[in-house]
């Protein structure tokens, strides 16, 4: 596995539905991602009746799948866990980012300079301390 996936001691955790393939819903385009970036990660199904999933209403405020939990970022919605997924751990930055006449810094740590990442931050929780 790559370095980045194996950096700390975060383990990525992805909670999807219970379709058995990765074509047919939102939650596969998640997993052919995190194949894609082989990422080490654990993957929890979640019955189809959404009221039957309380763990995701406790970490998103909403009973929909699927959700990334990576260390304390928990985002939601297929389209910005993949967005996330590209800008944490893709080994091969894309030029399309850079170009325009942006310069985008070495080492920035903020999902907010990649144009690509507009509306990560309105997607993304942090967990919840439990006391």
Known sequence: MSE???AGEKQIVFYRCPNPT???CPCGAVARRLRKLELEHRT????YRRSSR??????TDQNRV????DGDEV???SKRIIQYLDW??????PEKDAGAGDEVADGDAEPAASPGLYNLKRWRHRKKQSS
Request: glycine letters at 0%; zero cysteines.
């Open 4 to 6: 980045r996936s194996n």
């Open 22 to 24: 990765n074509v047919l």
């Open 44 to 47: 929890e199904r979640v019955p």
């Open 54 to 59: 309380p763990e995701i209403e406790e970490l």
């Open 66 to 69: 699927p959700v990334l939990v």
């Open 75 to 77: 985002i939601h919605d």
């Open 88 to 93: 944490k751990y893709r080994k091969d930055a």
